[in-house]
T-cell receptor, first 114, second 115 residues
Framework: KAGVTQTPRYLIKTRGQQVTLSCSPI?????VSWYQQTPGQGLQFLFE???????NKGNFPGRFSGRQFSNSRSEMNVSTLELGDSALYLC?????????????FGPGTRLTVL | KQEVTQIPAALSVPEGENLVLNCSFT??????LQWFRQDPGKGLTSLLL?????REQTSGRLNASLDKSSGRSTLYIAASQPGDSATYLC??????????????FGKGTKLTVNP
């Protein structure tokens, strides 16, 4: 079974631009969560989707948004990029609606904002 | 607000040594706790998941324990190998106000096993 895939793996943008990151969960998984990882803050929860509905959102500004499609694939968008948005963005999927399931992480998208 | 702390932040040991990584959390109302491994520049690999009703889980040379009442978990690695070198992250499953769940992560322990 293929794992969680994320595209692109690396991205370089300039301040003020916007970016869209993509995540394809493991086949059959319906829950997708997004995390931001930085050296200073560690891993921070962005949002979680289940069956195309956003169930939970972390403490991030409205510039960060996401969506999930009917095939469970998910995208996150960051508008008006800031230098502080440079980070590794990780996507995780799990099978069921409850967080008691193991989460499987993708390799991440490394975003650099210049 | 749930906070997760991992001590030590970094650990260097010789090959073959048994070691313990620590994780503490402030709110005991958790539904599970997971230990992950992260290699440099890579995503996370789930190592062990302990449900809130369990006390420990084992997988090969790894053993994780959970003491909800004291807000602590430990990851025991037996007979460490250079290939165990990575950052180990502890994550606590927390119920949100909206009824869904999210993981709150510690900042990790960077382990180096020297041959």
């Amino acid at each position: 079974k293929a794992g969680v895939t994320q595209t692109p793996r690396y991205l370089i943008k300039t301040r003020g631009q916007q970016v869209t990151l993509s995540c394809s969960p493991i086949s059959g998984h319906r829950s997708v969560s997004w995390y931001q990882q930085t050296p200073g803050q560690g891993l921070q929860f962005l949002f979680e989707y289940f069956s195309e509905t956003q169930r939970n959102k972390g403490n991030f500004p409205g510039r960060f948004s996401g969506r999930q499609f009917s095939n469970s694939r998910s995208e996150m968008n960051v508008s008006t990029l800031e230098l502080g948005d440079s980070a590794l963005y990780l996507c995780a999927s799990s099978f069921g609606p409850r967080g008691t399931d193991t989460q499987y992480f993708g390799p991440g998208t490394r975003l650099t904002v210049l | 607000k749930q906070e997760v702390t991992q001590i030590p932040a970094a650990l260097s040991v010789p090959e073959g040594e048994n070691l313990v990584l620590n994780c503490s959390f402030t709110d005991s109302a958790i539904y599970n706790l997971q230990w992950f491994r992260q290699d440099p520049g890579k995503g996370l690999t789930s190592l062990l998941l302990i449900q809130s009703s369990q006390r420990e889980q084992t997988s090969g040379r790894l053993n994780a324990s959970l003491d909800k009442s004291s807000g602590r978990s430990t990851l025991y690695i037996a007979a460490s190998q250079p290939g165990d070198s990575a950052t180990y992250l502890c994550a606590v499953g927390t119920l949100t106000q909206g009824g869904s769940e999210k993981l709150v992560f510690g900042k990790g322990t960077k382990l180096t096993v020297n041959p």
